[in-house]
């Protein structure tokens, strides 16, 4: 379809949004373009509230190790590369309250800052409500399906490793364009394999070398970047 084109994004973080101490730890967005895939983006951010129970999610439900972490992005080259991505796009994320909030939080301070993207609706309660009769929900709430269930249920298989940035968004945006054109079909990627963009330390590249030292206090752990 022409006419169709948007960014899908996907977080990964050290927690839920009940906890104060959760952060955005991975970033993954595309942008789709007449139903392909055009071009990619991910990297992991260095979180400025790191405790080891946030630690523990990283490494179980994303794999992420501390060494991602300490050569993350700082926050104004994750805000810098996220509105450079989106630019004045629609961006949809299937959690879009979950994703919309931490970004806010991680990157502009406050639960309800303003992230100043141009966000659609939500793409898990749209799919919830386009299939209520198939989804689990309760009283006065919109039928939901988690990401991979969303996908069994149209007859797309989940490709990549669960939990990632970029392999979510990547299943994301296949099921965004199923609920804009009514096909539920693999989106052809034109944008060449991404790498997740970190700070190596490494000056002969160019790019600004990070050396981190992690101290424990109680439960938190403190990035240092040097």
Known sequence: PKDV???FLDTETTGLPDDPDARVTELGMVRVSEGRIVAECAMFVHPEVLTEEGMEVCTTISHTDLADLEAGL???????LLFAFCGSSE??????????????RTLFGADDADTQLRWGPCTMRAFGRRYAIYGSGGPDRDPVFSLWKALQFVGLAFE???HRALTDARAGARLQLGLMTGAYVPVIREAPESTI??????SSTGTPSVRSRTTVRGSRITLHGV
Do not use: P
Not at 74 to 80: C, E, I, K, T
Not at 91 to 104: H, K, Q, T
Not at 197 to 202: I, Q, T
């Open 5 to 7: 084109s948007f960014v």
């Open 74 to 80: 700082s926050l104004d080259q994750v805000r810098m």
């Open 91 to 104: 961006v949809y994320a299937f959690n879009r309250g979950f994703d919309e909030r931490m970004l806010a």
């Open 160 to 162: 990549g490793d669960a």
């Open 197 to 202: 963009l970190r700070l190596k330390a490494s």
